[in-house]
């Protein structure tokens, strides 16, 4: 056998391991680089998650702290009108009874 034909055999020779080889790894290789965006994948959706619940606590505290200032408001006022027509009532009694002339009486009846 000549030259050509030794280097013909070893050229296939490499070719026929060479390839199924370069195949092989290159399979090897996207199963690590599926499996790499897989995991990448998750981190993301995770951490979008727990930014997502941040911001909606964060909104729901700002929500509730508004309610409750909202809240105190309402009550606050309404126990102004409340004073407001007790203050009323008593200086109307008062003036009833000071033109029924009962205000100076005692519980017996007796001035």
Do not use: K, N
Request: with cysteine; charged share 15%.
């Amino acid at each position: 056998m000549d030259l050509q034909g030794i280097a013909l055999v070893v050229t296939t020779s490499v070719a026929v391991v060479g390839v199924p080889c370069t195949l092989l790894i290159g399979r090897w290789q996207l199963r690590a680089a599926l499996q790499t965006a897989g995991a990448t994948h998750q981190a993301g959706l995770r951490q979008a998650e727990t930014a997502y619940q941040a911001a909606l606590d964060t909104v729901r505290a700002q929500s509730d702290s508004a309610h409750d200032q909202w809240l105190r408001g309402v009550r606050r006022e309404a126990c102004s009108v409340f004073l407001l027509a007790i203050g009323e009532l008593v200086g109307i009694l008062d003036q009833v009874l000071d033109s029924t002339g009962v205000a100076g009486q005692s519980a017996t009846g007796q001035p």
